[in-house]
């Protein structure tokens, strides 16, 4: 794998970033370079040349040109956007449009791997489809309602005759916002869903919270007990929460394997509750999720297999990958 060259479509300053760029170099031997859409065009720029035989070039944060078609594959982390700068308010919302109609054709265009493939991670970050593929697979999903209708979430409610969470679709604006039991104060609040839907579900017994990283058909597993009262509906709330690796069925193994399949994505993080009676329930996927702190956690070599997947075709799934010619 040495000689082989990543894109990291990430912030240079990102954590994971700079982990992964690390171990590409030392473990794999292998050369990657950062770009960012936050550094567009002031520090980064894209050309793109078609119908004249030459490749599109990228101008790196270091001032060199690349090939973009001599990177081997490139991985979508979490790149920011695009912040057009001494433009007028006007016209901020129309440059920054432009500018990523412009670099996401690009990429498109250059038809190199991207690892996830960003539009089956956009497709695959809908709540609703991952519960869907997961219980098609065969995985109980708590009973759920995605709505915007008051009486609807009032009937759901009424109907699980037990406890009801709700959350939100997605992280929020600036924060990560909690899982919450609903309760009689939210019941005067239902009519406020009209303007933003919210996501209810069934109150899942609590007995382990398991985090699932997939990497290709690398399954990689780790558990935590929290005892915080708080931590009860989202192990998130408890920052100092222990965990250990632990390895799953190998049925549930391979049924995740088969969501990342189904999904179109080479990589995923999973959270699962396994119930006191040792059921285990499918909460969601995360197709860009935080996997380094584990690695910490539980010395799992979660770096170098994601380094793994990135330099090997063979270990990713190949989505979208091939174009006629």
Same mark, same amino acid.
């Given at each position: 794998?040495?000689?082989?060259? &990543?894109?990291?479509?990430?912030?240079?300053?990102?954590?994971?970033?700079?982990?992964?760029?690390?171990?590409?170099?030392?473990?794999?031997?292998?050369?990657?370079?950062?770009?960012?859409?936050?550094?567009?065009?002031?520090?980064?720029?894209?050309?793109?040349?078609? @119908?004249?035989?030459?490749?599109?070039?990228?101008?790196?944060?270091?001032?060199?040109?690349?090939?973009?078609?001599?990177?081997?594959?490139?991985?979508?982390?979490?790149?920011?956007?695009?912040?057009?700068?001494? &433009?007028?308010?006007?016209?901020?919302?129309?440059?920054?449009?432009?500018?990523?109609?412009?670099?996401?054709?690009?990429?498109?265009?250059?038809?190199?791997?991207?690892?996830?493939?960003?539009?089956?991670?956009?497709?695959?970050?809908?709540?609703?489809?991952?519960?869907?593929?997961? %219980?098609?697979?065969?995985?109980?999903?708590?009973?759920?309602?995605?709505?915007?209708?008051?009486?609807?979430?009032?009937?759901?409610?009424?109907?699980?005759?037990?406890?009801?969470?709700?959350?939100?679709? !997605? %992280?929020?604006?600036?924060?990560?916002?909690?899982?919450?039991?609903? @309760?009689?104060?939210?019941?005067?609040?239902?009519?406020?869903?009209?303007?933003?839907? &919210?996501?209810? %579900?069934?109150?899942?017994?609590?007995?382990?919270?398991?985090?699932?990283?997939?990497?290709?058909?690398?399954?990689?597993?780790?558990?935590?007990?929290?005892?915080?009262?708080?931590?009860?509906?989202?192990?998130?709330?408890?920052?100092?929460?222990?965990?250990?690796?632990?390895?799953?069925?190998?049925? !549930?193994?391979?049924?995740?394997?088969?969501?990342?399949?189904?999904?179109?994505?080479?990589?995923?993080?999973?959270?699962?509750?396994? !119930?006191?009676?040792?059921?285990?329930?499918?909460?969601?996927?995360?197709?860009?999720?935080?996997?380094?702190?584990?690695?910490?956690?539980?010395? %799992?070599?979660?770096?170098?297999?994601?380094?793994?997947?990135?330099?090997?075709?063979?270990?990713?799934?190949?989505?979208?990958?091939?174009?006629?010619?």
């Amino acid at each position: 794998m040495a000689g082989k060259k &990543v894109l990291l479509l990430a912030e240079p300053d990102d954590d994971h970033g700079i982990i992964i760029r690390e171990v590409l170099t030392r473990r794999f031997g292998a050369a990657s370079a950062f770009w960012s859409l936050t550094a567009f065009p002031d520090q980064n720029d894209m050309s793109v040349k078609l @119908g004249s035989g030459l490749p599109m070039t990228i101008l790196s944060v270091d001032g060199e040109y690349h090939r973009l078609d001599a990177f081997h594959v490139a991985w979508l982390r979490r790149p920011g956007s695009v912040q057009p700068r001494h &433009v007028s308010r006007e016209m901020r919302r129309f440059c920054a449009a432009e500018s990523s109609a412009h670099i996401w054709g690009g990429l498109a265009a250059a038809r190199i791997p991207i690892v996830n493939d960003p539009d089956c991670e956009y497709a695959a970050n809908h709540k609703a489809l991952q519960l869907r593929v997961a %219980q098609e697979i065969g995985f109980r999903i708590p009973k759920t309602l995605m709505t915007a209708d008051p009486n609807s979430a009032k009937e759901f409610i009424d109907s699980l005759g037990a406890a009801c969470i709700y959350k939100g679709f !997605t %992280q929020g604006i600036g924060r990560a916002v909690a899982t919450r039991e609903f @309760g009689l104060e939210d019941i005067e609040a239902l009519g406020s869903i009209v303007l933003s839907p &919210v996501i209810l %579900q069934e109150k899942i017994p609590k007995g382990r919270d398991i985090r699932v990283n997939v990497f290709g058909r690398s399954v990689f597993a780790a558990y935590t007990v929290s005892e915080s009262p708080a931590a009860e509906l989202d192990w998130r709330v408890d920052t100092g929460a222990e965990w250990w690796p632990m390895k799953l069925p190998d049925d !549930t193994a391979e049924g995740l394997c088969n969501v990342l399949d189904r999904l179109l994505l080479d990589y995923g993080c999973f959270d699962l509750r396994e !119930t006191p009676t040792g059921e285990f329930v499918f909460f969601e996927v995360n197709p860009s999720g935080q996997f380094l702190w584990l690695e910490i956690w539980t010395g %799992q070599p979660l770096a170098e297999a994601f380094c793994a997947l990135l330099l090997d075709e063979e270990r990713r799934r190949g989505a979208r990958r091939s174009f006629p010619s």
